[in-house]
């Protein structure tokens, strides 16, 4: 999970992450891959946007393979949270805000900085926030 912030009053537009979320997939190479990635969160994982913020979120399983390639229709077979990305103000004190439902464990990878993912236990993430 990558996170940003943009300094200012705290008023934002949420078309200024989206955008942001747009020049980040470009530094990657995959500008083709973010409308594609925004239209499946949309469809079968979370998009969490707000004036502080985006977040694309998804159930997976941590013994599953890739989270990239994992989609549930029973999020009850799921472990973890997947955050494929997330930028702004709110990055995963927002998320964790806003789950829509408890999962023990919270993963992210820093891509830019060619991490693997981590997964972290959600819990600990609450007491965090």
């Known amino acids: 999970m990558e996170t940003n912030c943009i300094g200012g009053n705290g008023e934002r537009n949420v078309n200024v992450w989206l955008q942001e979320a747009k020049e980040f997939y470009a530094k990657l190479g995959e500008a083709h891959n973010f409308e594609r990635d ?13 004036p502080n913020g985006i977040i694309f979120g998804k159930p997976v399983r941590r013994d599953g393979g890739s989270p990239d390639r994992q989609w549930y229709d029973n999020p009850k077979e799921c472990d973890a949270w ?3 990305f997330a930028s702004g103000d709110c990055g995963i004190k927002h998320f964790i805000n806003t789950m829509p439902f408890f999962l023990p464990f919270t993963g992210w990878m820093r891509v830019m900085k060619n991490k693997p993912i981590t997964w972290w236990d959600t819990k600990k993430l609450f007491r965090r926030n």
Do not use: A, I, M, Q
């Not at 925004?38 to 707000?50: A, E, I, M, Q």
């Open 38 to 50: 925004l239209g499946d969160y949309l469809r079968d994982g979370y998009v969490v946007s707000t």
């Open 82 to 84: 997947f955050v494929k």
